[in-house]
């Protein structure tokens, strides 16, 4: 029988209260803590978390405390990406974000799917999680928040408070609730 680890990592229902996944979280809160605590200028110190912390962070990739994770090393960022203020990422399936990529204050990318139509799995703590990729050189506006199992394209701008919804392509401007494309770059 497959942990509920194995399960949420395969894309398939699992529980969030196991205890494994607990103990994890736990982990990442603590580590995240340090991180959120670290005095300004404290960038060494800040990056040293970030490597226990995440999957990968590419060359010169930095985050702006404070930072909000659920596990952490589903987490891959590219080299030269900046994630500002207040951003969430909640990593209940690989996040993975690209080179040169611009993550503006309180984003949200969002991986975890809870039922709809079955009240008493979801009452019983059953979720899901679908992967996020964000390609090279995207710019995600203030308060943008990308759903599960999204990609957005290389060179996209996505304008500020869009909540994305479904994959955006490569370079184009798109915004809005749900975001949808409205120019070419």
């Given at each position: 029988m497959a942990s509920n680890k194995d399960l949420m990592l395969s894309g398939r229902l699992y529980r969030d209260n196991d205890p494994e996944l607990l103990a994890e979280r736990r982990h990442c809160q603590q580590l995240l803590d340090r991180f959120n605590a670290t005095r300004s200028g404290d960038d060494a110190e800040r990056r040293r978390i970030l490597e226990?912390?995440?999957?990968?962070?590419?060359?010169?990739?930095?985050?702006?405390?404070?930072?909000?994770?659920?596990?952490?090393?589903?987490?891959?960022?590219?080299?030269?990406?900046?994630?500002?203020y207040d951003t969430i990422l909640m990593d209940c399936a690989p996040i993975t974000i690209g080179?040169?990529?611009?993550?503006?204050?309180?984003?949200?990318?969002?991986?975890?799917l809870h039922p709809m139509e079955d009240h008493d799995l979801r009452r019983r703590r059953y979720e899901t999680a679908a992967p996020i990729t964000i390609g090279d050189n995207v710019w995600l506006g203030a308060g943008v928040i990308v759903c599960p199992g999204v990609t957005i394209g290389s060179?996209?701008?996505?304008?500020?408070?869009?909540?994305?919804?479904?994959?955006?392509?490569?370079?184009?401007?798109?915004?809005?609730?749900?975001?949808?494309?409205?120019?070419?770059?």
């Open positions: 226990d912390l995440l999957g990968g962070i590419g060359e010169d990739s930095w985050i702006m405390p404070r930072f909000q994770c659920d596990y952490g090393y589903l987490i891959r960022l590219g080299h030269n990406t900046f994630l500002n080179n040169d990529v611009s993550i503006a204050p309180r984003t949200q990318l969002l991986t975890a060179d996209t701008v996505v304008g500020a408070g869009s909540v994305v919804t479904r994959d955006l392509p490569d370079k184009v401007f798109a915004a809005g609730n749900p975001c949808r494309v409205i120019r070419s770059l």
